[in-house]
């Protein structure tokens, strides 16, 4: 057995707050915490929160934010923070994209090994203030990763077409991220009553969900299917950046009863908003979205999903074979797609579609992959 050692793992944000790169990373500090002792450093996002505590038997050190840009931060403590851990590691795990990452990296140890992991391309969505906070933020990718031995990649498929990726020389190794298994629900919705199918959403309420496109394909759904509900489930209210749902706010509204709106959902519930479903959907329209772990999460229980035909995010579909694809942005293609993947003959039991992902996603094999990354000797 390999010696345990100490892992820090270096993020903007980290548990409580939901994202899916706060997620991958929480299920990866708790799972390499069997094996190794695991730090995780990150912003104090909410002020209510402690700036060290212990979850998962993850230590996790929350430094103080100075001044908000796009949807990170500038944090003098995070620079001190950085420092003393950085010492102590054996090996550094930042999770990109970050604001901070350029001069984090400056202040590691030469000696320090770098194994970075890469989320998602960022790209302007605003003035040039935004322009400014996105360069900054690939400049410190770029820098993070050529001080790399590795780099790992949700995907190969994303990692092609990354503007970021596709020029370092540093190898890449590709990454499924990890799924939250929750288990068979105990009912099941699918093919229960075709008249009134339930198709779902679940994330944060953020521009690059494509939230919008997703309402304008539900009225073209219920031309096919009136009695269809939609429902909205994730945080609307504390989004890093700036939630969107003011601007949805209205077009939510004029479909009355058919949509609910859900807010966050807890992890105790999401097997019971899971079993409410015949069909989940993730719409997003841009590079932000670079797989998205809830659509297999909703395979495991048992739902197909549909997803944005783009790279990364299609992956999973494609791997499966359970669900459709649609064209990002296009009202009538993910309308046109959803009413194929909830057509009887299309339709999948449950146990079918569980079995299927589980056969293509493992947490196992998803931490014995960086398990060797850390446990190998750098190249």
């Not at 995907?155 to 092609?160: E, L, M, Q, V, W």
Request: charged residues 20%; glycine residues 8%.
């Amino acid at each position: 057995m390999a010696p345990r050692k100490r892992i820090l793992l270096v993020l903007s944000y980290y548990h409580p707050y939901i994202s899916g790169i706060s997620e991958y990373a929480k299920m990866l500090a708790e799972g390499l915490a069997q094996h190794h002792d695991i730090t995780v450093l990150t912003g104090r996002h909410l002020d209510t929160l402690p700036t060290r505590e212990e979850i998962g038997g993850v230590t996790i050190v929350r430094a103080k934010p100075l001044l908000f840009m796009h949807k990170g931060y500038i944090s003098l403590d995070l620079a001190l923070q950085f420092r003393r851990l950085a010492r102590a590691a054996d090996v550094i795990n930042f999770h990109l994209p970050m604001l901070d990452a350029a001069w984090l990296t400056h202040l590691a140890p030469r000696c320090a090994r770098f194994i970075t992991t890469y989320q998602c391309d960022v790209q302007p969505v605003g003035g040039w203030i935004d322009r400014l906070a996105v360069g900054a933020v690939n400049l410190g990718s770029r820098t993070c990763i050529r001080r790399s031995e590795k780099v790992v990649a949700l995907s190969h498929d994303y990692a092609a077409g990354s503007n970021i990726l596709s020029g370092e020389t540093v190898p890449i190794v590709e990454g499924y991220a990890p799924i939250k298994d929750m288990g068979f629900p105990a009912s099941a919705r699918i093919g229960d009553d075709e008249a009134f199918p339930v198709i779902g959403f679940l994330g944060r309420f953020v521009a690059e969900k494509g939230i919008d496109v997703l309402i304008r394909a539900f009225e073209r759904v219920r031309l096919r299917y009136p009695s269809a509900r939609l429902l909205l489930g994730g945080d609307y209210k504390t989004v890093a950046g700036g939630s969107i749902y003011p601007q949805l706010k209205a077009s939510i509204d004029a479909l009355g009863d058919r949509v609910e709106l859900l807010g966050r959902i807890e992890e105790a519930d999401l097997p019971n908003f899971y079993a409410r479903l015949d069909v989940f959907v993730l719409p997003s329209i841009n590079a932000y979205e670079a797989f998205g772990m809830v659509q297999v999460e909703a395979m495991l229980a048992g739902v197909p999903a549909v997803a944005s035909d783009m790279r990364g995010v299609r992956v999973p579909v494609q791997l499966t074979g359970v669900g459709s694809l649609a064209p990002p942005g296009s009202d009538d293609g993910l309308a046109t797609a959803i009413v194929d993947a909830i057509a009887p003959e299309q339709r999948c039991d449950r146990k079918t579609v569980r079995q299927t992902a589980l056969k293509i996603f493992s947490n196992q094999a998803f931490i014995e992959r960086y398990l060797a990354l850390i446990d190998s000797d750098a190249t």
